[in-house]
Nanobody
């Protein structure tokens, strides 16, 4: 059974930084494309970033491009999301998601994910 556990959320001032982590257990981490999504109150869950199995391919939502960086450490079964220059509109619950696909493509639809963590809350104060 795959389990995903996020950490690193918290309260940060606008312009500040946070690094989120997500650890996968129960399966071979390097077999999964890893993704970050977020959901703000009253809004739909939205795609943030994705990273391929080895980390060689990355893709970001336009809203975070240039400010957020996704990375992974397959030896630690962990995917990260470094968030810089945070804005009030970045406040949300952030979820990591694992995807079992075997060919690379950009999948921004949350219904295409296979496993989800429970999320970590990011609050941005202005």
């Amino acid at each position: 059974q795959v389990q995903l556990v996020e950490s690193g959320g918290g309260l940060v001032q606008a312009g500040g930084s946070l690094r989120l982590s997500c650890v996968l257990s129960g399966r071979t981490f390097s077999s999964y494309v890893m993704n970050w999504f977020r959901q703000a109150p009253g809004k739909e869950r939205e795609f943030v970033a994705t990273i391929s199995w080895s980390g060689s391919r990355l893709y970001y939502a336009d809203s975070v491009k240039g400010r957020f960086t996704i990375s992974r450490d397959n030896a630690k079964n962990t995917v990260y999301l470094q968030m810089n220059s945070l804005k009030s509109e970045d406040a949300a619950v952030y979820y990591c998601a694992a995807d079992r696909r075997r060919t690379w493509s950009i999948t921004q639809d949350p219904t295409g994910m296979d496993y989800w963590g429970k999320g970590t809350l990011v609050t941005v104060s202005s």
